[in-house]
């Protein structure tokens, strides 16, 4: 209340944007725009008959894309709780979109945890939307109009948002790095974790998630880094450190132990090879 100098029982509406100012912003995020379609098109199709709207917003809580039936559209714009509006916590106080981007988590705000008096009789489920660089793009957001909704009903409906948003966030991720190989790690939760890796095995993509499990740069370029010493953090060996342990294995197998012959069949140096056999574990007299 003190920090946005908002009153609870103020009844001003969400700020709505100019028609041709929201066309611009939704140019501006025109390709997250069309790889959310799909999805939140799914995501309408198994909430509409509960009395659902689904909102998209860019990182500041404007609406940029919504979905709800014909019959629920008037209450909901009534509401405020339509493309062109604006549900950032410095606006409206606690809600589903803003602070889930002010909190930069999935949140559920139900009825009267809304700091806004006119706003209680919402139900509002929100998850935050990586782009493929870390950056927060915006939030995924369900919200009823329903006076029966109940909280374990909108438990269910937080882990579709969620579920979606994470789609999204992939779909972004993959269509940023197409020609890298795409690997799926053990992140936070329900979180999507991924990374991008090139042909030479060098790191050059993670999600947001990915970032925080593998302790790198939140957001922004990543520095170049062997992926295997990524992965090689996680608990136990996954990923390239056992695709390599399995090649270097093969190798001594092939040459009786022999290191020298071993080394030249992988292409490295016999100092190089004795580091990898420490570092993966293996001990050559039992090999």
Same mark, same amino acid.
Request: with cysteine; hydrophobic share 35%.
């Given at each position: 209340?003190?920090?946005?100098?908002?009153?609870?029982?103020?009844?001003?509406?969400?700020?709505?944007?100019?028609?041709?100012?929201?066309?611009?912003?939704?140019?501006?995020?025109?390709?997250?725009?069309?790889?959310?379609?799909?999805?939140?098109?799914?995501?309408?199709?198994?909430?509409?008959?509960?009395?659902?709207?689904?909102?998209?917003?860019?990182? %500041?809580? /404007? *609406?940029?894309?919504? =979905?709800?039936?014909?019959?629920?559209?008037?209450?909901?714009?009534?509401?405020? &709780?339509? +493309?062109?509006?604006?549900?950032?916590?410095?606006?409206?106080?606690?809600?589903?979109?803003?602070?889930?981007?002010?909190?930069?988590?999935?949140?559920?705000?139900?009825?009267?945890?809304?700091?806004?008096?006119?706003?209680?009789?919402?139900?509002?489920?929100?998850?935050?939307?990586?782009?493929?660089?870390?950056?927060?793009?915006?939030?995924?957001?369900?919200?009823?109009?329903?006076?029966?909704?109940?909280?374990?009903?909108?438990?269910?409906?937080?882990?579709?948002?969620?579920?979606?948003?994470?789609?999204?966030?992939?779909?972004?991720?993959?269509?940023?790095?197409?020609?890298?190989?795409?690997?799926?790690?053990?992140?936070?939760?329900?979180?999507?974790?991924?990374?991008?890796?090139?042909?030479? %095995?060098? /790191? *050059?993509?993670?999600? =947001?998630?990915?970032?925080?499990?593998?302790?790198?740069?939140?957001?922004?370029? &990543?520095? +170049?880094?062997?992926?295997?010493?990524?992965?090689?953090?996680?608990?136990?060996?996954?990923?390239?450190?056992?695709?390599?342990?399995?090649?270097?294995?093969?190798?001594?197998?092939?040459?009786?132990?022999?290191?020298?012959?071993?080394?030249?069949?992988?292409?490295?140096?016999?100092?190089?090879?004795?580091?990898?056999?420490?570092?993966?574990?293996?001990?050559?007299?039992?090999?």
């Amino acid at each position: 209340m003190h920090k946005h100098g908002l009153d609870p029982a103020g009844k001003r509406q969400a700020e709505q944007l100019e028609s041709y100012k929201l066309v611009r912003k939704q140019d501006e995020l025109g390709h997250m725009l069309s790889v959310a379609t799909p999805p939140l098109d799914s995501l309408h199709s198994m909430v509409v008959s509960s009395g659902c709207t689904v909102l998209l917003s860019d990182a %500041d809580g /404007l *609406v940029l894309q919504q =979905r709800c039936s014909g019959n629920d559209e008037t209450i909901f714009q009534e509401w405020g &709780l339509c +493309a062109g509006s604006t549900w950032n916590e410095s606006v409206e106080g606690t809600n589903g979109i803003g602070t889930c981007l002010a909190e930069e988590r999935r949140v559920t705000i139900h009825r009267d945890q809304h700091f806004h008096t006119k706003n209680i009789a919402m139900s509002c489920m929100g998850s935050p939307i990586y782009g493929p660089r870390g950056e927060l793009l915006g939030a995924l957001d369900v919200s009823s109009a329903r006076a029966d909704q109940t909280e374990s009903f909108n438990r269910l409906i937080s882990a579709m948002v969620s579920q979606t948003a994470n789609i999204i966030e992939s779909e972004l991720f993959k269509e940023t790095f197409p020609k890298d190989r795409i690997v799926m790690t053990h992140g936070a939760g329900d979180a999507v974790s991924l990374i991008a890796v090139d042909g030479d %095995d060098i /790191l *050059v993509g993670a999600t =947001r998630a990915a970032r925080i499990a593998f302790e790198l740069e939140k957001s922004g370029p &990543l520095k +170049a880094c062997p992926a295997s010493d990524i992965l090689g953090k996680q608990s136990g060996r996954s990923g390239f450190a056992k695709a390599e342990r399995a090649v270097v294995l093969r190798a001594l197998a092939r040459t009786n132990g022999n290191m020298t012959k071993a080394a030249q069949a992988l292409g490295i140096g016999r100092a190089t090879l004795y580091r990898r056999l420490k570092k993966l574990d293996i001990d050559n007299q039992s090999s």
